[in-house]
C-alpha cells in the first residue's frame, strides 16, 4: 500500500465597504469593484430582493442609469431578476435552479458576476447559486438589512433549506466583495432594522464586553433605530464576524466549535417550527436569553450579569419568550444542531460577559427548566426580566430566576478558571450528551 499526503492553504481576501447611494455616478465603489477583475468587459448577474424592489421606490431605475454609465466596461446581461424575500426563496430550490438557468443560457463563466442586492436569505440563495455554477462564480453582496449587514452579508457560508431543515443545503464560498449601502436602513420597517441588533448582541457577549457596553448604554437609541448609534453598531458587529472569520483558524468549520452559534441552537428551531412567523433575529435573541439563563444556572455568569443581558435585550425592543420556544423538544433540538455542527454536540456558553466556554455535555432537563422559566416571567409581568421594572414585578421576577437553580458552589468553576459545569442538578440520567464537560478557548 502506498500513500500521498497533500497538504496545501489557500488565502482568501475580501473587501467589506461601508458607504451610501452606491449605485451614484459620483461613488466610484461599485464601478471598480466590477472593473477589478481584469476583464476588458465585465459581465453580471444582478438578483434583487422582492422587498427591497416594493420599498425602494426608483431602484430599478438607478441600476438601469448606472448600467448605462458603465456600458462600455460593464455589461449587465439580463434585467435585473427579483428573487422572493425572506425564508421563501430559500425553501424552494426552483429560485437556485432559475439562476443556474440565467448563468447557462446568457454563458456566464467564473469571471463573471453574480451582484446580490437584499436581505440575508437572498443573498444566502443567490449565494449558493454562485459558489455551484461553474463550481463558482464571482459573487458582490449587498445587504439591505441590519441583519445582513452585520453577520450573513459579510461572511462565507450560504445555503438553502430542506427537508425541514434550516441551512440544510449549503457550502462555505467567500465572497469576492461586500457592500454596505446605509441608504437602504432608511426604508426598513422596525421590525426588520430591529431584528440585526440581536447578531451584536450575541458576538459582544462572546468576543467583546465593551461592545457590550455600548449596546447596554445605548439600547434606548438602538430602540429609536438612532443613525449614529445603529451605523456603528453595524460596523463594530461586522469587524467583530470578521475577525472570527479570519483569526479563529477555523473559518470553514471543520471543527465542531461554533462560537457565533450562541443562542442559535434554540433560534433554528423557532424559525422552523413557526414556519418563519418569528423572524431570524427575534429568534436570536430568544436563544440569547435562553442560553444566558442556562449559563446563570450553571454558574459561569452571576444574576448582575444575567440581569443586562436581559435589560439590553428588551431595552432595544425584543420579546424574550413566544410560545413556540415551549414547543421545542429540547433533546431532538440538540440531537440536530449536533448533525449541523459534526462530530461532538457543542454549544457555547457565557463564561462572563465578552467571553465564552464550549461546552460537550449539556442537561437538557435544566434547558427544559429554562424554557419553562421564561414563559412564567412573561406570564408574570407581561414581559421578559429587565432592571427597570417596578418593585412588584422585580419581586415576581426574582422568583421565577431563582427556581430550579443549580447549587454548583459559588461560581461553579475550578481553580484555573474553567468550568467543570457538573452542578448537583444536572444528573447523568437527565443529561442528554456526556463527555468532556467544557472547554475555554
Not at 88 to 112: I, M, N, P
Request: hydrophobic residues 40%; contains cysteine; proline residues 4%.
Amino acid at each position: 500500500m502506498k500513500t500521498i499526503q497533500q497538504t496545501f492553504s489557500v488565502g482568501y481576501s475580501y473587501p467589506v465597504i461601508f458607504t451610501r447611494d452606491a449605485f451614484s455616478a459620483e461613488n466610484p465603489a461599485l464601478k471598480h469593484l466590477l472593473r477589478s477583475a481584469g476583464a476588458q468587459r465585465t459581465r453580471v448577474l444582478t438578483v434583487i430582493d422582492s422587498g427591497v424592489v416594493r420599498l425602494m421606490n426608483g431602484l430599478l431605475e438607478k441600476l438601469n442609469r448606472f448600467a448605462e454609465a458603465h456600458a462600455d466596461h460593464i455589461e449587465f446581461v439580463v434585467p435585473p431578476v427579483v428573487m422572493r424575500g425572506g425564508e421563501a426563496c430559500k425553501s424552494d430550490f426552483v429560485e437556485v435552479e432559475r439562476l443556474h438557468a440565467l448563468v447557462e443560457r446568457h454563458g456566464l463563466c467564473r469571471h463573471s458576476f453574480i451582484l446580490a442586492i437584499g436581505g440575508g436569505a437572498v443573498l444566502d440563495a443567490a449565494g449558493f447559486a454562485a459558489a455551484t455554477a461553474h463550481r463558482g462564480i464571482r459573487l458582490i453582496r449587498m445587504p439591505t438589512t441590519t441583519l445582513a449587514m452585520n453577520d450573513a452579508g459579510v461572511g462565507v457560508k450560504n445555503g438553502i433549506n430542506a427537508f425541514g431543515r434550516k441551512n440544510f443545503t449549503g457550502s462555505f464560498a467567500p465572497p469576492f466583495a461586500v457592500v454596505n449601502d446605509f441608504d437602504f436602513l432608511r426604508l426598513l420597517p422596525a421590525r426588520e432594522l430591529r431584528a440585526g441588533i440581536a447578531e451584536a448582541v450575541k458576538v459582544a457577549l462572546i468576543r467583546d464586553r465593551p461592545f457590550f457596553d455600548f449596546l447596554y448604554a445605548a439600547r434606548a437609541e438602538l430602540a429609536a433605530f438612532e443613525p449614529q448609534g445603529m451605523e456603528r453598531m453595524i460596523v463594530r458587529c461586522a469587524e467583530l464576524h470578521l475577525e472570527h472569520i479570519g483569526q479563529s483558524g477555523d473559518p470553514f468549520e471543520f471543527g465542531s466549535s461554533r462560537p457565533l452559534d450562541f443562542g442559535h441552537w434554540a433560534a433554528h428551531k423557532l424559525e422552523e417550527l413557526s414556519a418563519g412567523e418569528i423572524r431570524h433575529g427575534e429568534a436570536v435573541a430568544i436563544g440569547i436569553a435562553l442560553d444566558s439563563l442556562y449559563s446563570y444556572r450553571v454558574g459561569l455568569i452571576g444574576e448582575i450579569e444575567l440581569r443586562r443581558i436581559l435589560a439590553a435585550l428588551e431595552g432595544i425592543g425584543f420579546e424574550l419568550y413566544h410560545p413556540t420556544l415551549s414547543r421545542i423538544e429540547v433533546g431532538r433540538a440538540l440531537g440536530e444542531f449536533r448533525e449541523h455542527l459534526g462530530g461532538e454536540l457543542s454549544i457555547p456558553l457565557l463564561n462572563g460577559i465578552g467571553d465564552k466556554i464550549d461546552c460537550h455535555d449539556i442537561d437538557a432537563w435544566l434547558y427544559r427548566q429554562c424554557i419553562d422559566s421564561l414563559a412564567a416571567r412573561k406570564q408574570a409581568t407581561g414581559k421578559s426580566l429587565t432592571t427597570e421594572e417596578t418593585e412588584e414585578h422585580r419581586g415576581k421576577t426574582e422568583t421565577v430566576i431563582a427556581e430550579g437553580q443549580c447549587k454548583s458552589g459559588d461560581t461553579g468553576r475550578t481553580k484555573n478558571g474553567k468550568s467543570e459545569l457538573q452542578p448537583d442538578c444536572a444528573g447523568d440520567s437527565r443529561r442528554l450528551f456526556s463527555g468532556k464537560p467544557c472547554q475555554a478557548p
